[in-house]
């Protein structure tokens, strides 16, 4: 098995979502945003918040306690643009943040080809550990 080589955080926000990849394919930054807008938004309505946290934050970012390629993205999305205060109140953020944090780096599961990828460079993998440690 291939050992992941972990990309340079100064370089995240630069990252070309679509070539990560969520349970359901593709990732794209937009819809990692509006999941995080509406699990912050207090106006969201309870049908709003349920799909946000069901149907992103469980499924997209983390499918049954599986973290993929681009689940530092979302928790890096999720750090910085969210405060502690918020992150306490929404218990959901903060579910997900312990999941990360328990599953650590080890949790990533990656497939053969983005393996293949991020050796060559070009699937730079970002450590769930050094995004913890500089946003939270």
């Known amino acids: 098995m291939l050992e992941m080589k972990y990309g340079d955080l100064f370089q995240i ?41 069901n149907d992103g934050l469980w499924d997209l970012f983390s499918h049954q306690y599986t973290l993929y390629s681009s689940t530092p993205l979302a928790l890096y999305l999720i750090l910085s643009r969210t405060t502690k205060a918020e992150r306490i109140k929404r218990v959901e953020l903060s579910e997900f943040i312990k999941l990360c944090k328990s ?34």
């Open 13 to 53: 926000e630069e990252v070309d979502y679509s070539k990560y990849r969520t349970c359901r394919g593709a990732a794209n930054r937009a819809e990692f945003e509006s999941v995080i807008e509406t699990i912050r938004d207090p106006n969201s309505s309870v049908d709003e918040l349920d799909d946000a946290i």
């Open 103 to 136: 599953r650590g780096n080890e949790g990533i599961f990656l497939t053969e080809q983005e393996l293949l990828a991020n050796k060559r460079g070009e699937l730079p993998i970002f450590s769930i550990a050094d995004i913890l440690r500089k946003y939270t």
